[in-house]
């Protein structure tokens, strides 16, 4: 084959071959044609020639040809790893968004004061206002964080606010501004704390839990969700309210527990008593004719999120507290009413005896009167006597 090969190179200067063309370029690989039946040798010619020079080195441009095709071919599979690379960069993006999407996170109600007012002014940094509700919620403020999205409702009515989602410092920003638009702020804030997780399925409806995790499942859809945010934030901000009314009523049970197992009443006087019949009454007046009692109008035109809100209600036993509160306010109350009635009575009592003691002066006295009166007959007796003598 080698000795062809040597032929085939001492006759590249010729202009024509016997039963075949010779054709080339200069600086070139020649290349054989044939018309006859030598054909295959003249293809195994060109096929060698198109991978060695006349020289025997390597063929630059078929090097070039070669090199650039392998380039060409790895730089392919350099973008296709790199696309692979970025899909799954975005697959893996996806799923920690699916996965930050279904994580649990926190859902603080935090009570500072009895009230807001209601011309609030100016945001806290980092949060926009999304929405103000109706005056029947008591003009309720729907806060967004600028950077995460989370939601902070603001319930003035009942001065209370309660967070989904938000991270502590900026739930502080939040606490920090309202500090100018509390009226009767409380000595210590009253905080509940829950979980929420947002449903993957699509499906799957709000959902709220106690066993065996306290849970509350929100829908996939945003929309869904800011509806039931809203509605159980409400029920919440009216359940944390009950948490003073619970404190006053159990201070006064502690009292009238205290006079049941030492049966001692003197120690109250009677504007005590008086006081703390008053204290029972304001306080029943104000659980039972405060907004916490109340379905606000709002939600007659969302029947969807009015059936959430009694499903929260439900769960934080909020007409179940305030029944067991009456209870135990007219119990104390009937107590009371006892130790004022025995108070009367001691009153009676005393005044009773002041009346027998002044009678029994005016007996004493009248019964002394008829004594010197009896006297001083009987001596002017005897002075008659003793002068008719």
Not at 77 to 83: A, G, K, S, T, V
Not at 263 to 279: A, D, N
Not at 326 to 340: D, G, T
């Amino acid at each position: 084959m080698f000795n062809r090969l040597i032929k085939f190179k001492n006759v590249i200067n010729n202009t024509t071959l016997k039963g075949g063309l010779l054709t080339s370029k200069p600086n070139s690989c020649p290349h054989f044609t044939s018309n006859n039946n030598n054909s295959e040798i003249f293809n195994t010619v060109n096929r060698f020639y198109g991978s060695i020079n006349i020289n025997g080195n390597k063929s630059v441009k078929e090097k070039k040809d070669i090199n650039s095709s392998v380039s060409g071919n790895n730089n392919n599979n350099n973008n296709n790893n790199n696309n692979n690379n970025n899909n799954n960069n975005n697959n893996n993006n996806n799923n920690n968004n699916n996965n930050n999407n279904n994580d649990i996170q926190d859902c603080k109600v935090i009570y500072t004061s009895r009230s807001y007012r209601k011309s609030v002014e100016n945001l806290p940094k980092g949060f926009s206002l999304q929405k103000v509700f109706d005056s029947s919620t008591g003009n309720a403020r729907w806060l967004i964080e600028q950077e995460t999205g989370n939601s902070v409702f603001v319930f003035p009515s009942f001065g209370s606010i309660v967070s989904w989602g938000v991270k502590e410092d900026s739930l502080n920003q939040v606490l920090n501004w309202l500090k100018a638009y509390e009226s009767k702020s409380l000595p210590n804030r009253h905080v509940d704390r829950y979980r929420f997780k947002i449903s993957s399925a699509s499906n799957q409806s709000f959902e709220i839990n106690k066993r065996p995790e306290e849970i509350i499942y929100l829908s996939k859809s945003e929309r869904d969700q800011d509806l039931e945010k809203f509605s159980s934030s409400y029920a919440f901000a009216q359940s944390i309210s009950l948490f003073p009314f619970e404190d006053r009523v159990q201070q006064l049970s502690e009292t009238a527990e205290d006079i049941s197992i030492t049966g001692q009443i003197s120690k109250f006087s009677k504007i005590e008593i008086l006081r703390q019949l008053g204290e029972q009454l304001r306080l029943k007046s104000e659980l039972n004719l405060s907004d916490i009692n109340d379905t606000p109008e709002y939600f007659w035109e969302n029947p969807e999120g009015e059936s959430i809100y009694n499903a929260i209600r439900s769960h934080c036993e909020i007409n179940k507290r305030i029944r067991v509160m009456n209870e135990k306010i007219n119990l104390i109350s009937n107590i009371y009413e006892v130790i004022n009635d025995e108070q009367k009575h001691n009153h009676s009592i005393r005044l009773e005896r002041i009346i027998i003691f002044l009678i029994a002066m005016e007996i004493f006295i009248t019964l002394l009167s008829k004594y010197d009166d009896y006297s001083s007959k009987k001596k002017d007796q005897q002075q008659q006597q003793q002068q008719k003598q």
